[in-house]
């Protein structure tokens, strides 16, 4: 098998520049399949927009990237894919039936297969009695958990998550990495950010962001072991100063 | 009550609109803007109304005198500022001219009115009278009435310079608008206006709110296309704006008693066509903003052009000439008008499909400015 075949998100050299400002900067990235990799890094280090242009929400001003093989933005690859965006992404004037519905009906399910997946997931996420209920009159953390329905709902291979457990109480975290952990088993690729250093510890492999670019990349254990840390958060600073340190050297 | 805990407040929300470049020039530049269109389209005085005059005046010949043409005076006292004056010669070229929309009204100057309205002075008795037969376009009542006023001061004037003390009499006899009222003028621009706005303003709401949830996001994160996005907004208001008018419909023929002459679902027809149009602009127009708030600063710009320059409340022969064009970009413009020849007049496809065909076109460049604008956002 090929290195490509394996590789379910490769990006070379991809930027993102506003104006001025360069929220994605020259930026290598693979990600293989099967794989939960997590990009840490503070806020406006480009981590959502780098999965915004993965997802073909965004287009890139220089660089390339494949998605599942096909180069981006490409019309057929964003079936295959799915994407939580930070905000919760649901329509609160509709129930949480009604919005997995839209979303099964965008990715064309069937009725029967509509019916079985949104009762998987219901009671995946534990709102099986909220089915009906509009989604404004939930909390914040349900509101989540109807996001991430509505992201698996087309059982898609490749999983973009921006922070994905934010406002999700500590059980329903746990609950939610297992699942991830299922998926991953089924060969699902999960690529997520999150603020959670104690939750990118579960990740396949972590990539810390800073200024557009990713400034180290390996599994948990190896990042701890070379920062000569005992959290990722120590690390990502022993590595963000590296990083600086060598930026000012050039 | 503490004043610093009140001035800590008023500082804050002073610098919350300082902040915002855009609230801030929108409130200043809204109010200008209202103030402007209100001041120049508001007029009130119409002009440049189209009629014909159909004079078969034979005018009177006295023993041993010169003949005299009373029609002649009375039309060279007519205002040229109110009246564009066309003349022809067959009374029923000239209704076909009203019949056809191209001209208001024919003012006819029957065969004997010089020679009935001297008779009538010389001897009161007679029993003959003079009379100028207006038959015309009825359905817009500042027109009708314009044309009246300006025929009967022309023969005010022609009878206080001649010398005639005859009754004149100045017959209507309308073409389109038998026993219409101002609210049959009305109701029909109102079913476009309401759409118009309604379908505008959602649309702009819904889609900022698109935008700022994330839905736009994942929607566009999926198979579906910016095109595909558009095109389902425009079914769905468009079936809206739809039962919007049948309410509004219902309503006007029940409780107001409206005159319904045509098929009224080529009027649903004109109104659907517009509110694809609406939501498109609607969708354009949430591009400029980044939250519900500033989408809400749009509003005097969605509904002042459209309040004053669509010909819903007066004619566009009521708005001043320079500004009259720009009532040809507002694309509520063709569907009152539409719906008002529909209605009133009982125009059938064959003589409105200049206003569907502009909707079309406002549809269908708007539409793709809102794809456009959704693509642009990928940038």
Known sequence: ???????????????????????????????????????????????????KMLCSILHSTRGKARVLGEEIPDGNVVSSIGYMPQETGVYMGLTVDQNLKFYGRVFNLDKEEMEKREDELLKFVALEDWK???????????????????????????????EPTVGVDPELRVSFWNYFYQLRQKGVTILLTTHYMDEARNCDRIGFMQHGHLIAEDTPSKLLEESRTDSLEDAFLVFSRSDKKSGDGC | MKFYRIMAVSRRVFRDVVNDKRSLAMLFLAPIFAMCVFGLAFSGDVEDVNVVIVNQDQGYTPPLGNTTY????????????????????????????????????????PENFTQNAIMATKNASAGSSAEIIIQGDDTIPNIKNAILKS????????????????????TSEPIYGQDAEFIDFFVPGILAFVVYLLTTILTLITFVGERTSGTLERVLASPVTEGEVVTGYAITFGTLGVIQVTILLVIALVVFNIIVVGNVLLAFL????????????????????????????????????????????????????????FSYLVPPTYAVDACRAVMLKGWGLEKIWPDLAALVIFAVLFLGLAVWSLKRGKK
């Open chain 2, 70 to 109: 009373l029609s002649q005076t009375i039309i060279s006292h007519l205002d040229t500022k109110v009246l564009n004056i066309q003349t022809m010669d067959n009374v029923e070229q000239a209704r076909q001219q009203v019949m056809d929309g191209k001209t208001s009204a024919v003012i006819i100057f």
């Open chain 2, 270 to 325: 004109a109104v659907a066509i517009l509110a694809v149009t609406c939501q498109a602009l609607g969708i354009l127009l949430s591009s400029l903003a980044k939250r519900p708030e500033q989408a809400i600063q749009f509003f005097p710009f969605v509904v002042l052009p459209a309040f004053l320059l669509s010909g819903v409340f007066w004619p566009i022969q009521a708005i001043p000439e320079w500004l009259r064009p």
């Open chain 1, 132 to 162: 009906h209920e509009m989604v404004e009159n939930l909390s914040g953390g349900m509101k989540h958990r109807v996001s991430l329905a509505c992201t698996l709902i087309h059982q898609p291979e490749l999983l973009f998550l921006d």
């Open chain 2, 151 to 170: 025929v009967s001061d022309a023969l005010t004037e022609t009878m206080s310079e001649e010398g005639v003390n005859s009754p004149l009499k100045v």
């Open chain 1, 1 to 51: 098998m090929n290195q490509q075949s394996e590789l379910a998100i490769e990006t070379r050299g991809l930027s993102k520049q506003y104006g001025n400002f360069t929220a994605v900067n020259h930026l290598d990235l693979k990600v293989k399949k099967g794989e939960i990799y997590g990009l840490l890094g503070p806020n406006g280090a480009g981590k959502t927009t780098l999965i």
